[in-house]
């Protein structure tokens, strides 16, 4: 038999969550503070509670989706809401940061309640899909027992350590790498249009590159953890080199008006490992000025 599902918050991701539940045929209680919001996931077959004590009643997994971990706090820490919990299992699937998922998750064992803690690697149009990417941490057993539940939400369902914090410790990592991808293909198109380039055809050098790019980040991630900072036969090219080729961007986006801010922050960091004698080591170095 399938296990109740509750979901708290039915915003555009929350609602996502509930469809992807009820089309695989679980019974869902949702609550959201405007109550009007719940209305399409009603007409879908979900029971729209009028309280969050309501809401998890008869839900043995509980999902909280809502807009930071103070609101979800205010809603979970009710003294009925919280003797309401006991024994159920809470699924945290709101954004905040490892810190927080700590004190959350002390705070679940506290109430003798179970706890997962997980980050949505995707909008929502990838719930419920093969491909979607979630990540949980928490104990390990405790994924694997609700794992079936879990993989409705994402066929890419994935433990990443029984440390709580480190779900959300990894969406900050990877929306690192999303945001200097997604910045840096800004400023890209900001030098495209400026010289007149069209976008479809830099789109096609951007995959024709691509092995280089994925090698050249590969290389200086395997040096950084084996401590090869130094510059060697096998060095693809030093900071030197990648700050003279920085120098030719800034100059060209001065020379259009184009707002430089972000190759100037890369352009800091260069200039802080040239100061300190790092002029023909490897680009890996820079990870010693991150600190």
């Known amino acids: ?45 979900a029971r729209v509670a009028t309280t969050v004590r309501d809401a998890v009643a008869d839900a043995e997994v509980v999902v909280v989706n809502v807009n930071d971990y103070v609101t979800s706090e205010a809603l979970l820490r009710q003294d009925d809401v919280t003797k309401g919990l006991r024994g159920k299992l809470i699924v945290q699937l709101t954004s905040g940061s490892p810190r927080q998922a700590r004190e959350m998750a002390a705070w679940a064992r506290q109430h003798e309640l179970q706890y997962l803690d997980g980050a949505i690697m995707g909008t929502p149009n990838f719930i419920g899909e093969p491909g979607g990417t979630i990540l949980y941490s928490g104990p390990g057993a405790l994924f694997e027992k609700y794992k079936p539940v879990l993989l409705v939400l994402g066929g890419n369902s994935l433990h990443v350590g029984s440390d709580v914090g480190h779900a959300s410790a990894l969406d900050s990592a990877l929306l690192s790498f999303l945001w200097g991808s997604m ?42 953890q084996t401590g090869r900072f130094a510059g060697d036969e096998k060095t693809l090219a030093t900071v030197e080199a990648h700050h003279g080729a920085l120098r030719h961007l800034i100059e060209l986006c001065e020379e259009h008006g184009i707002h430089h801010a972000v190759p100037a922050a890369f352009g800091q960091l260069f200039q802080a490992a040239l100061q300190a004698g790092h002029a023909q080591d490897d680009f890996a170095v820079l990870n010693k000025f991150m600190k």
Do not use: H
């Open 1 to 45: 038999m399938k296990p109740g599902i509750s979901v708290l918050g039915t915003g555009r991701m929350g609602s996502a969550l509930v469809g992807a539940f009820l089309k695989q045929g679980y019974n869902v209680a949702v609550w959201n503070r405007t109550k009007s919001k719940c209305a399409p996931l009603a007409a879908l077959g």
């Open 183 to 224: 910045f840096g293909v800004l400023q890209a198109v900001s030098v495209c249009e400026a010289e007149g380039l069209p976008l479809g055809a830099y789109m096609e050098y951007v995959q024709a590159t691509k092995p280089m790019v994925d090698g050249a980040v590969t290389d200086f991630v395997k040096r950084i």
